[in-house]
Structures are given as structure tokens and as C-alpha cells.
């Protein structure tokens, strides 16, 4: 099937879509299709629905019963029956959908299905006994069934474990924001330092420059602060509020104030458990379960040491929520008065700066040295890109490296392919490098990595001295990585 021409990228969605729904081989068959809210979801099944004139049904919070009423009217005016659908339970309602596909293969969506599964929690149960492998309503059907849903704990937890509907799933795809180039071209952004700094406020959610913002996006560098003030920071914008939003949206979550706290204190630069429970005067084992809710739906990521493997350091994984927990949940009282915004986000600079802007650069320079760099740039191909920290027993410190590039060899020590280190707002000179340097002593001392190629890598958002370009050119151990190297093609 082609993709819709005003379908933005969501290319390997729709190729994976396409190949599920069009499958010619007898037997029906199960999809899941996840991820968290504005991200087109919605948009690609109902596409991929016409496309192969199939059928949608896009669930609504409501009893057991009227979600059976409303889809027996959905499917009878889908199908047009000799009379219409009156199902009595969910189980005769599966069955005249596997009947659907008899003569051809046929995409049938149920969107938001979370919402149908806490009014009657038996239909994964009733799926599973529909889909089993002899069963002749199923052999004898090719429906290509799409359960979608943006609960992320639900959904992760429907093909999980022991799951009922574990192993009955042919596709498992998850819808994730745009990553940041093509993020950057979906805003029309081409000036890489704005791309950097609104991708560090709004992310790669689809929906929010149109729907959200109708169209309203920062014109250049010298429109940027006044574009927060009027979209984000504006309390008659639907942005302002989604923040709060995204997280009171999940069902697992019944203390926000808690996981709003937990956010919080890893916005302000606290980043280990320990960190967050003394941030909060609580316990480690106390803030054991919101951090674990809060991976499961996908808002805080928990990346690993790429030195001490025992050590790991969690980060808000949805700016926009980083941008409200960092920046607006302290003043937000004042944020919600009319006309206060500018003179919030005045003074707001040092902060946003320090604690959601540097490190949101230093992951953009992680996710390029992995994704996008050209492999020439290391000498090979990571297979694992993160930061870590390093102990210098000479100096008694430890010393933080924002990007460690690793191959493994699969026998023996994987090999260090680069250290780097990432400043937004410095300049970046001698100090810098001879920093690495002795980062990379300290490591070839160690018996950890093979360090025998590592490389040097100096990510800046304001430049470099001519000290360090000098230092560039006549050596063939460092790289110095600006801004728009971030969005340049590789080769």
C-alpha cells in the first residue's frame, strides 16, 4: 500500500503495517501498536484502515455494556448484516470480527483498547481462547486484528510474562516520537542551535506544532525566548498544561504529586535512586515503585554506566516533561496569573540553561555518535554509546565522561572506540582536551577496554578555540563535533 503523501516519515511503521495487514496466508492473526499520546498513532491505523478498507474502532471510557452496544452499531454499520448486531458478550463480538476476514485479509483497529480491558478485564482472556492456533473461527479467517493503545503500562504488560495473550501476537510495534533530525524538519527548523533548543522543550511529539500551537513556531534564534512566552509558558495554550497532562493520563498513576516529586528531583540534577529519595526526605525503597511506574510508561529512562556496571543514572525520557518539572512546576502558581510569563522565563535563563538544555545536548551528541555518525568517525561501528564515570585514584575524584563510544568484539575486551565530552554553552578549548587526555591515561591503565585506538571527541553548541581547531587538524585522535554536525548526512 503507499503512505498517504501528508504522512510525515513513519516510514518502517507503515512498511510494517502494510506487510501485517496485506499478509495473503490463511489464519488470522494479532497485532499490539503502542505509545504515548500525539504521537499519530491514530492518524496511521485509521490510514492504513482506508487504505485496505478495513475496519475501526476507536474505544471510549465507558461500562462494559455501552462499549458492547457502541461497537455491535459500529460493526453493523461496517458490514451492513441482513439484521443488525446486538452482541450479548465480547465473545460472540471477536467472532464477527474474525467472520470479516473470510474472503480477503482485512486490517481491524480497536484504538485506546485499555479502555474496553478495565471495563470487562477478561477480554485479553477471551482473545487469547479466540486466537488459538486450531480453533476454526481463527483458521478459516483472515482478519488482521490491531489492538492499539497509549496506557504504556497496559500495553506493555499485554504481551508480557504470563500474559494471556503472550505469543499470540504476530506484530509489536511501538509509535515513538520523531527522533531529532527529523523532528527538526517536521517544525521547519534549519538553524541546528533553535532545532537543538525547541527539541530540548517540545521533543519530537507530532502533534504539537499544528495541532497544539497551530502553526506557530519559532521564527529564529531571536524569536525563541518569546516563542516559550507566548506558546508554552502561555496559560491559554493547550501545551501549557500538557506536561501535567501526559502523566495524569496513565492509569498506574493514582499519587501525582509523588511521581511529579520523583520527576522533579531528576530535573534538578538528581539522578540516582539515592539521589531522588534524599532530594525528597524519603527513603530509597520509598520511591522504589514510582521510579519503577514511571520507566514503565515510558516518561524516566534508566541508562546504564558504560564503567562501573553496577552504577546507573536515570533521566526524564519526554522533554516537554523535563521542561515542566525543571522550569515550570516551581513558579506555576505564578505561571497561571496572565502576563507572567516573560518575566518567569527572564529569570528562568540560568536554569533552563544549566539543568534541561546542557543535558539534553550531551544526549543528542549520544544518540548522534550512535545513529547518525558516519563509522569512519570512530574507526568502526558502536554497538553501545552512554555516559559514565570514571575514578582517577591519583586525584581522589571521579571524573564524569558525557559519551563513551564501545564496540564489542564478542571474545575479549570490547574496545573503547571514543571519550567525548559535550558543553552547551562553552567554548571549548585546551582545558577540555587535556581533560580527555587524562581521562583516557587513567583508562589504558585499566585492563577493562582495548584502548590502543580510542578516540577524542569535543561536542560544543558555542565553538571552539583556535587552539583546539589547530589541535584537530594535525591529529588524527580528535574530533571536534559542532551543532550542525548534529544534523549533517553522513559520508
Same mark, same amino acid.
Given at each position: 500500500? $503507499?503512505?498517504?503523501?501528508?504522512?510525515?516519515?513513519?516510514? =518502517?511503521?507503515?512498511?510494517?503495517?502494510?506487510?501485517?495487514?496485506?499478509?495473503?496466508?490463511?489464519?488470522?492473526?494479532?497485532?499490539?501498536?503502542?505509545?504515548?499520546?500525539?504521537?499519530?498513532?491514530?492518524?496511521?491505523?485509521?490510514?492504513?484502515?482506508?487504505?485496505?478498507?478495513?475496519?475501526?474502532?476507536?474505544? *471510549?471510557?465507558?461500562?462494559?455494556?455501552? =462499549?458492547?452496544?457502541?461497537?455491535? $452499531?459500529?460493526?453493523?454499520?461496517?458490514? =451492513?448484516?441482513?439484521?443488525?448486531?446486538?452482541?450479548?458478550?465480547?465473545?460472540?463480538?471477536?467472532?464477527?470480527?474474525?467472520?470479516?476476514?473470510?474472503?480477503?485479509?482485512?486490517?481491524?483497529?480497536?484504538?485506546?483498547?485499555?479502555?474496553?480491558?478495565?471495563?470487562?478485564?477478561?477480554?485479553?482472556?477471551?482473545?487469547?481462547?479466540?486466537?488459538?492456533?486450531?480453533?476454526?473461527?481463527?483458521?478459516?479467517?483472515?482478519?488482521?486484528?490491531?489492538?492499539?493503545?497509549?496506557?504504556?503500562?497496559?500495553?506493555?504488560?499485554?504481551?508480557?510474562?504470563?500474559?494471556?495473550?503472550?505469543?499470540?501476537?504476530?506484530?509489536?510495534?511501538?509509535?515513538?516520537?520523531?527522533?531529532?533530525?527529523?523532528?527538526?524538519?517536521?517544525?521547519?527548523?534549519?538553524?541546528?542551535?533553535?532545532?537543538?533548543?525547541?527539541?530540548?522543550?517540545?521533543?519530537?511529539?507530532?502533534?504539537?506544532?499544528?495541532?497544539?500551537?497551530?502553526?506557530?513556531?519559532?521564527?529564529?534564534?531571536?524569536?525563541?525566548?518569546?516563542?516559550?512566552?507566548?506558546?508554552?509558558?502561555?496559560?491559554?495554550?493547550?501545551?501549557?498544561?500538557?506536561?501535567?497532562?501526559?502523566?495524569?493520563?496513565?492509569?498506574?498513576?493514582?499519587?501525582?504529586?509523588?511521581?511529579?516529586?520523583?520527576?522533579?528531583?531528576?530535573?534538578?540534577?538528581?539522578?540516582?535512586?539515592?539521589?531522588?529519595?534524599?532530594?525528597?526526605?524519603?527513603?530509597?525503597?520509598?520511591?522504589?515503585?514510582?521510579?519503577?511506574?514511571?520507566? $514503565?510508561?515510558?516518561?524516566?529512562?534508566?541508562?546504564?554506566?558504560?564503567?562501573?556496571?553496577?552504577?546507573?543514572?536515570?533521566?526524564?525520557?519526554?522533554?516537554?516533561?523535563?521542561?515542566?518539572?525543571?522550569?515550570?512546576?516551581?513558579?506555576? $502558581?505564578?505561571?497561571?496569573?496572565?502576563?507572567?510569563?516573560?518575566?518567569?522565563?527572564?529569570?528562568?535563563?540560568?536554569?533552563?540553561?544549566?539543568?534541561?538544555?546542557?543535558?539534553?545536548?550531551?544526549?543528542?551528541?549520544?544518540?548522534?555518535?550512535?545513529?547518525?555518525?558516519?563509522?569512519?568517525?570512530?574507526?568502526?561501528?558502536?554497538?553501545?554509546?552512554?555516559?559514565?564515570?570514571?575514578?582517577?585514584?591519583?586525584?581522589? *575524584?571521579?571524573?564524569?565522561?558525557?559519551?563513551?563510544?564501545?564496540?564489542?568484539?564478542?571474545?575479549?575486551?570490547?574496545?573503547?572506540?571514543?571519550?567525548?565530552?559535550?558543553?552547551?554553552?562553552?567554548?571549548?578549548?585546551?582545558?577540555?582536551?587535556?581533560?580527555?587526555?587524562?581521562?583516557?591515561?587513567?583508562?589504558?591503565?585499566?585492563?577493562?577496554?582495548?584502548?590502543?585506538?580510542?578516540?577524542?571527541?569535543?561536542?560544543?553548541?558555542?565553538?571552539?578555540?583556535?587552539?583546539?581547531?589547530?589541535?584537530?587538524?594535525?591529529?588524527?585522535?580528535?574530533?571536534?563535533?559542532?551543532?550542525?554536525?548534529?544534523?549533517?548526512?553522513?559520508?
Amino acid at each position: 500500500m $503507499d503512505k498517504p503523501h501528508e504522512m510525515f516519515d513513519r516510514d =518502517s511503521e507503515w512498511a510494517a503495517l502494510s506487510a501485517f495487514v496485506t499478509d495473503e496466508r490463511a489464519g488470522a492473526t494479532l497485532g499490539v501498536v503502542s505509545g504515548r499520546r500525539r504521537q499519530g498513532k491514530t492518524f496511521l491505523l485509521d490510514a492504513v484502515t482506508r487504505a485496505a478498507e478495513g475496519f475501526y474502532f476507536g474505544a *471510549t471510557e465507558a461500562t462494559n455494556a455501552e =462499549s458492547l452496544r457502541r461497537f455491535s $452499531d459500529a460493526l453493523t454499520r461496517f458490514s =451492513s448484516p441482513p439484521s443488525a448486531y446486538h452482541f450479548e458478550d465480547w465473545v460472540e463480538a471477536v467472532d464477527a470480527l474474525l467472520a470479516l476476514g473470510a474472503e480477503r485479509p482485512i486490517p481491524i483497529v480497536i484504538d485506546e483498547f485499555p479502555y474496553l480491558a478495565r471495563a470487562n478485564p477478561e477480554l485479553p482472556s477471551i482473545l487469547q481462547q479466540a486466537f488459538g492456533p486450531l480453533r476454526p473461527e481463527r483458521t478459516g479467517s483472515r482478519a488482521r486484528l490491531l489492538l492499539c493503545g497509549s496506557a504504556m503500562s497496559f500495553m506493555g504488560r499485554l504481551l508480557s510474562g504470563s500474559a494471556p495473550l503472550r505469543g499470540r501476537a504476530g506484530l509489536e510495534l511501538v509509535v515513538s516520537p520523531l527522533e531529532y533530525r527529523m523532528a527538526a524538519q517536521f517544525w521547519g527548523i534549519e538553524d541546528p542551535e533553535l532545532a537543538i533548543k525547541t527539541h530540548a522543550i517540545v521533543g519530537g511529539t507530532p502533534a504539537y506544532p499544528n495541532e497544539f500551537l497551530r502553526g506557530d513556531v519559532p521564527r529564529g534564534l531571536e524569536d525563541f525566548d518569546a516563542w516559550v512566552v507566548r506558546t508554552i509558558l502561555n496559560p491559554q495554550t493547550p501545551l501549557f498544561r500538557e506536561g501535567r497532562y501526559l502523566l495524569a493520563e496513565e492509569a498506574d498513576v493514582r499519587d501525582p504529586a509523588m511521581y511529579l516529586s520523583v520527576l522533579s528531583a531528576v530535573a534538578d540534577g538528581n539522578t540516582t535512586r539515592g539521589g531522588i529519595a534524599t532530594y525528597l526526605g524519603r527513603k530509597a525503597m520509598d520511591v522504589a515503585h514510582p521510579i519503577a511506574v514511571l520507566e $514503565d510508561i515510558g516518561l524516566l529512562r534508566r541508562d546504564g554506566d558504560a564503567f562501573r556496571k553496577n552504577r546507573s543514572a536515570f533521566r526524564i525520557a519526554e522533554p516537554l516533561v523535563a521542561f515542566y518539572a525543571g522550569i515550570m512546576r516551581p513558579v506555576w $502558581d505564578q505561571l497561571q496569573r496572565p502576563g507572567m510569563a516573560e518575566r518567569v522565563w527572564a529569570a528562568s535563563g540560568h536554569r533552563f540553561a544549566s539543568k534541561i538544555l546542557g543535558p539534553h545536548f550531551e544526549q543528542l551528541c549520544r544518540e548522534w555518535a550512535l545513529f547518525h555518525a558516519d563509522p569512519e568517525v570512530f574507526g568502526a561501528l558502536p554497538t553501545s554509546v552512554a555516559g559514565g564515570g570514571v575514578n582517577d585514584p591519583g586525584a581522589k *575524584t571521579m571524573h564524569e565522561v558525557d559519551v563513551v563510544v564501545i564496540e564489542s568484539t564478542g571474545g575479549g575486551r570490547p574496545r573503547l572506540l571514543a571519550i567525548g565530552e559535550a558543553k552547551w554553552q562553552d567554548t571549548m578549548g585546551r582545558a577540555h582536551l587535556e581533560r580527555l587526555e587524562h581521562i583516557r591515561t587513567i583508562l589504558r591503565r585499566s585492563d577493562s577496554f582495548d584502548t590502543t585506538e580510542t578516540r577524542l571527541l569535543c561536542f560544543s553548541g558555542a565553538g571552539f578555540n583556535d587552539y583546539l581547531r589547530e589541535a584537530a587538524e594535525s591529529r588524527d585522535d580528535l574530533r571536534l563535533i559542532g551543532a550542525a554536525d548534529l544534523y549533517r548526512t553522513a559520508g
